[in-house]
């Protein structure tokens, strides 16, 4: 069975200070795709990130990117230049596919992320 | 980006009762819903997957006749729960994935459900 297991239950770094949160995963699948989500304590999830395992390129969108290593089964987020708006529960994800056209997310627990003035 | 809404954002009702959550996806069809519980403090816990149209496929675990789901149009999927007891109260997340699309999802706000 697929899992996803964040190591880092709590984090906390200075403003404008890079992060970065771990992810290891286990599948044996060749084809998947990776996500990284952003909660914060509004609590609507948003898409921080998606790793496509095909491309061994790694994922960036502007200060946030990706260390995909998938020999290794791990998928870092790195954070650069934090911002207080950083602040929230990352969650690592999994989609795996359950059946036909059904695709479904594996979560990782989260780390909570917290940036300090 | 797609916008999905949820309605109550909270709502406390009494123990036996039932209450009915409402998932949009206000941009976009989405022939596929997903209901997610989440604990304080803890992941997502996926419910159940809805197809618009067909019943919906719950998680092992999930029992179907107290959370009922519904998925009639390409824009709406609810969850019912029902006789619904204090340990059910938590925090109620849904998901759409826009059609044509199978690794696209995006999720409301969420539901604060609290059973007194």
């Known amino acids: 069975a697929q899992t996803v297991t964040q190591s880092q239950p709590e984090m906390s770094v200075q403003e404008a200070e890079t992060v970065t949160l771990s992810c290891t995963y286990d599948?044996?699948?060749?084809?998947?795709?990776l996500f990284w989500y952003k909660q914060p304590p509004s609590r609507q999830m948003i898409l921080v990130i998606r790793?496509?395992?095909?491309k061994q390129q790694n994922a960036t969108e502007n200060r946030f990117s990706v260390n995909f290593q998938k020999a290794a089964k791990s998928f870092s987020l790195k954070i650069s230049d934090s911002q207080l708006g950083d602040t929230a529960m990352y969650f690592c994800?999994?989609?795996?596919?359950?059946?036909?056209?059904?695709?479904?997310?594996?979560w990782g627990a989260g780390t909570k992320l917290i940036i300090k003035p | 980006g797609a916008v999905v809404s949820q309605h109550p954002s909270r709502v406390i009702c009494k123990s036996g009762t039932s209450v009915k959550i409402e998932c949009r996806s206000l941009?976009?069809?989405?022939?596929?819903m997903f209901w997610y519980r989440q604990f304080p403090k803890k992941s997502l816990m996926l419910m159940a997957t809805?197809?618009?149209?067909?019943?919906?496929?719950?998680e092992q675990g999930v029992e179907k006749d107290k959370f009922l789901i519904n998925h009639a149009s390409l824009t709406l999927s609810t969850l019912t729960v029902t006789s619904a007891h204090p340990e059910d109260s938590s925090f109620y997340i849904c998901?759409?994935?826009?059609?044509?699309?199978?690794?696209?999802?995006?999720f409301g706000p969420g539901t604060r459900l609290t059973v007194t």
């Open positions: 998901s759409g994935r826009p059609s044509g699309t199978y690794y696209e999802q995006y």
């Open positions: 941009d976009f069809q989405a022939t596929t």
């Open positions: 809805s197809n618009e149209g067909s019943k919906a496929t719950y």
């Open positions: 599948t044996s699948e060749n084809n998947y795709y």
């Open positions: 790793q496509e395992a095909y």
């Open positions: 994800a999994f989609m795996k596919q359950k059946g036909h056209s059904n695709y479904q997310l594996i």
